[in-house]
């Protein structure tokens, strides 16, 4: 009996020893990529933050920019995926466009340059974070769109509006249409609007960083739902 516990032992002993030396391994490799974020999965996230420089999307009654809010969307729902180990790629990491020079055209530039950044990254999926606006104030709550006939993009965008339906309460589907951004991807993609500009309240409530961090949380969990059933 004494024997077979020692031998166990040394079993667990050797098996700790491998598993330093991997960690140590994956350490070593993942501290020299390149390109990305340090990474433990082989997973990579495209975060989309849209707008940007002269093209500041929507704006609230408060003034805010929708590009400004995108970015720092981005930014929190991007550092939760690497927290998690996945290798994240943004298309937009400042408050400048991807256009260039502001000249005539400057939007089709800047979206043959988000496809760019997105194809050269070849990612497992890709998030475009944006914010809303409708004629009516009374409008609220987050809204996700994704690519017409892509079936991964839909259940993608599904899990997603679930997640969000109960955060704020509300019953709504996800949206099909022609988004150039999710056209022009071979990945699972989908849009996320967070919430309407032209809700003063939601507008408020849109630019703390508590509501902030729990949008971006549930986008993560509402990517995580669908990770696991796909």
Same mark, same amino acid.
């Given at each position: ?85 996945? #290798? ?141 059933? #796909?």
């Amino acid at each position: 009996m004494f024997i077979v516990w020692k031998g166990k032992k040394v079993v667990l002993a050797l098996l700790l020893l491998i598993l330093a030396e991997c960690a140590l391994s994956a350490f070593l490799i993942v501290r020299n990529l390149p390109s990305k974020k340090a990474s433990l999965i082989d997973f990579t996230v495209v975060i989309d933050a849209g707008h940007g420089g002269i093209d500041g999307g929507v704006v609230g009654a408060d003034g805010v920019k929708e590009s400004d809010l995108n970015l720092a969307y981005s930014k929190e729902l991007g550092a939760l995926f690497e927290r998690a180990g996945f #290798a994240v790629v943004y298309t937009r990491k400042s408050e400048g466009g991807l256009y260039g020079l502001p000249t005539k055209g400057f939007k089709l530039r800047d979206m043959l340059e988000r496809k760019r950044i997105i194809e050269e990254a070849r990612p497992n999926l890709m998030i475009s974070v944006h914010m809303n606006k409708f004629g009516a104030s009374y409008r609220s709550g987050p809204q996700v769109f994704f690519q017409e006939g892509s079936e991964q993009g839909r259940l993608l965008a599904q899990s997603l509006q679930r997640a969000f339906n109960d955060f704020v309460g509300k019953d709504r589907e996800a949206l099909a249409g022609d988004y150039f951004v999710c056209r022009e991807t071979t990945c699972p993609a989908v849009i996320v609007e967070c919430g309407f500009l032209s809700n003063e309240e939601e507008c408020r409530s849109l630019q703390t960083d508590k509501y902030r961090e729990q949008i971006c949380n549930v986008i993560f969990n509402g990517t995580m739902l669908y990770l696991y059933s #796909a």
